[in-house]
């Protein structure tokens, strides 16, 4: 899939007319309750081990409102259809409404934190034919909400989900095309997340992306990653949250205590010396997808105890696709939450009764605690790495021929920073097992572990205990 960009991506910091706040009614939820968080974690007395947990992310956790979700999930649904096509002058049915009420509630939700996001539209107009499922010119919208960071603002962590919606047909524009599940409920995640994380003060800065032309072809995901590009964003995390809320699948099971993390790995564009660096030194299930991949179901462990997340090392589920396909292809770490168990019955179906089975991607066929889960565990993930260091650079390992095996890195210059956290595995792993502090130093000797049976990795760690991604290191002296 190519896409031409044909004209300058805006990123316009104004409302769309017509998109005042959104009416407050006195059944709506309250807002998130905790303080904003002081700047900067205490100063750790010298050669103490920085805490693994932060009593704030259990608030962030406890924050989540299945009934703001809910609210969320109903109200998309009243715009009876999202598909790309679809109306954008209506003020009640169609994507455009959609679009202006989601950027509403996001500015909103920066009037309660004094004007702390960003709120505008990043988009682009595609030219019709370019695509077998885009006939017509059409501009992709996508609401994007931005709260800078305050320590290392150039660090850019993206939360995101698909707003657009289909039905049976992907170019019906005008039948109902509910869409609570794919993708009402990423959506709902992401206006959850700025309004909880809004509440706090991170180093680094948090991208809120509700992405349009998704079930057209990526194309919001692709517009977004091309902004970031041309921005010159150095994304250390993107999170796509698309279907994340149905907890029945397909074959009667109900289980609402697992999720899955879709990592890829290696880039297709991969070049020759790229490729031979991975047959003699390894790599290829270490990517930097998959350490994010890792960090999720790391931070699932810590914070979600009652939410098991599944890493999965494939780019999406079979001959499939969603919107962090299109950052991972230019670079950036990016991984698929999504629920375990699917009902197809549910997903891209015109909404009707046939032979006795209910179809169509209604909202009372989503479980919105669930959907709430999946959304703290995004929240802890992104609190965690938006409050950690940035990730380490130059990381290489060496010890070919002896007992021991180095690792060196540049040291980071964040204010926070404590020092560093070695990890390794044994190579059939799937996990980090082992890990050691090794304080602040760029240089450490693992003695008596060797290079050959073992992979390594290199954390940050800020004073307040928190990790940035773990970096796989490339061969060194
Ligand atoms: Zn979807």
Redesign the pocket.
């Known amino acids: 899939m190519s896409l031409r960009i044909h004209c300058l991506l805006a990123f316009l910091l104004v409302a769309a007319v017509g998109c005042g706040p959104a009416a407050q009614s006195a059944a709506e939820p309250p807002a998130p309750a905790g303080p904003p968080a002081a700047a900067s974690a205490p100063a750790l007395p010298s050669g103490a081990v920085p805490a693994g947990e932060d009593p704030r992310i259990h608030e962030i956790v406890a924050a989540a409102s299945p009934e703001r979700i809910e609210r969320d999930i109903r109200r998309l649904e009243e715009f009876g259809t999202r598909h790309t096509f679809s109306d954008t002058l209506s003020a009640t049915r169609g994507i455009g409404a959609a679009r202006r009420w989601i950027h509403a509630e996001l500015e909103g939700v920066s009037r309660d934190c004094g004007g702390c996001l960003e709120v505008g539209y990043v988009s682009d107009i595609l030219p019709g034919g370019t695509h077998p499922r885009i006939p017509d010119d059409v501009n992709i919208v996508n609401v994007v909400a931005i709260q800078r960071g305050s320590a290392s603002p150039e660090r850019f962590l993206i939360i995101q989900g698909?707003l657009d919606s289909r039905a049976t047909d992907v170019m019906d524009a005008e039948i109902d095309a509910p869409g609570a599940n794919?993708?009402a409920s990423g959506t709902a995640a992401v206006m959850e997340a700025a309004r909880v994380l809004s509440r706090y003060e991170f180093d680094a800065t948090i991208v809120y992306a509700a992405l349009s032309g998704?079930e057209q072809g990526l194309f919001g995901g692709e517009i977004l990653a091309e902004h970031a590009l041309a921005e010159g964003w150095d994304v250390q995390a993107v999170l796509n949250n698309?279907?994340i809320g149905n907890t029945r699948g397909i074959t009667g099971l109900a289980d609402n205590t697992t999720m899955r993390v879709f990592a890829p790995g290696i880039r297709p564009d991969a070049d020759e010396a790229e490729l031979r660096r991975y047959l003699y030194s390894g790599g290829e299930l270490d990517t930097p997808s998959r350490q994010l991949g890792r960090y999720v179901v790391r931070t699932a462990e810590r914070y979600l105890p009652t939410l098991e997340a599944q890493l999965i090392y494939r780019l999406d589920r079979f001959g499939r696709g969603?919107d962090h396909t299109p950052f991972f292809l230019r670079g950036f770490p990016a991984v698929r939450l999504t629920e375990t168990h699917e009902d197809y019955t549910r997903q891209h179906q015109d909404v009707r009764v046939e032979d006795g089975i209910e179809y169509g991607d209604v909202a009372d066929a989503v479980d919105f605690e669930y959907t709430a889960r999946m959304t703290a565990l995004n929240l802890a993930a992104l609190a965690s790495l938006a409050w950690a260091p940035s990730t380490p650079r130059e990381v290489t390992v060496a010890g070919a021929v002896q007992p021991h095996t180095t690792l060196r890195w540049e040291r980071g210059a964040d204010r926070d920073l404590a020092g560093y956290r070695i990890y390794w595995r044994e190579p059939t792993s799937a996990t980090w097992d082992h890990s050691r502090w090794v304080g602040d130093v760029n240089e450490y000797v693992l003695e008596n572990v060797v290079i050959d049976n073992h992979f390594f990795g290199v954390a940050a760690v800020s004073r307040g205990g928190h990790e940035s991604l773990v970096v796989f290191p490339r061969p060194g002296r």
Do not use: P, Q, R, Y
């Open positions: 698909h794919d993708n998704e698309d279907i969603s």
